[in-house]
């Protein structure tokens, strides 16, 4: 039973332009989101997190948008690079623990 | 510092073997977790430590020991593997003092078990 879900695995987006990046949780009980990228051969990189007391968080380029109602978060990435080109994981925490569920993945492709 | 550090970086061993994987943070952190990492999968939780102290395991199967000799150090000992664990072996760590906290990942441990 996956808890985090990526449903697109791969997204190509023009350099330049807006990459939006989705992730679907089914747990009401999570409360922390995190966002990773990841090279290969490399451990995840840690982006940008955002409470569920939050809807929003920015961090430069990226923005991280959460709606509890949906059950739905989804990092933006403007204006896309094409060092951005990497696997992006979405991670969730339930409050009061240390354990984090990991998404499925979506391999994003920023075309020069 | 930011940097998580794990050794080595391949390791091949066969079924009988005992072997060990490292990971080492000097970021003050009092959580740190192993994660398992299949090809196009993601992150599986393993195990975490937190000051010291085993707080989640799981489920995983006892041929894999994880240890904690001190704040900085975490251990996976490794003994009797199966083809099936061959993966990404991937070590994090958190500040521990409130559990909502980005993680800090090192490089992984690529297993091969033959």
């Known amino acids: 039973d996956q808890q985090v879900k990526q449903n697109s695995p791969s997204l190509s987006v023009q350099e330049g332009r807006i990459s939006i990046l989705n992730c679907d949780y089914t747990?009401?009980?999570?409360?922390?989101f995190l966002w990773y990228k990841k090279y290969p051969a490399e451990g995840p990189t840690f982006l940008i997190s955002?409470?569920?007391?939050?809807d929003k968080n920015e961090d430069g380029r990226f923005t991280v948008f959460l709606n509890k109602s949906a059950k739905h978060l989804s990092l933006h990435i403007v204006p896309s690079q094409p060092g951005d080109s990497a696997v992006y994981f979405c991670?969730?925490?339930?409050?009061?623990?240390?354990?984090?569920?990991f998404g499925t993945g979506t391999r994003l492709k920023v075309l020069a | 510092d930011t940097e998580v550090t794990q050794t080595p970086k391949h390791l091949v061993m066969g079924m009988t073997n005992k072997k060990s994987l490292k990971c080492e943070q000097h970021?003050?952190?009092?959580?740190m977790y192993w994660y398992k990492q299949k090809a196009k999968k993601p992150p599986e939780l393993m195990f975490v430590?937190?000051?010291?102290?085993?707080?989640i395991n799981e489920s995983v199967p006892s041929r894999f020991s994880p240890e904690c000799p001190n704040s900085s150090l975490l251990n996976l000992h490794l003994h009797a593997l199966q083809p099936e664990d061959s993966a990404l072996y991937l070590c994090?760590?958190?500040?521990?003092?409130?559990?909502?906290?980005?993680?800090?990942f090192g490089p992984g441990t690529r297993l091969t078990v033959l």
């Open positions: 430590y937190s000051y010291e102290k085993l707080s």
């Open positions: 970021m003050g952190h009092r959580a």
């Open positions: 955002i409470s569920s007391i939050k």
């Open positions: 991670a969730a925490s339930e409050q009061g623990t240390y354990k984090y569920i």
């Open positions: 994090a760590s958190s500040q521990a003092d409130r559990v909502a906290n980005e993680q800090f």
């Open positions: 747990n009401s009980m999570f409360d922390y």
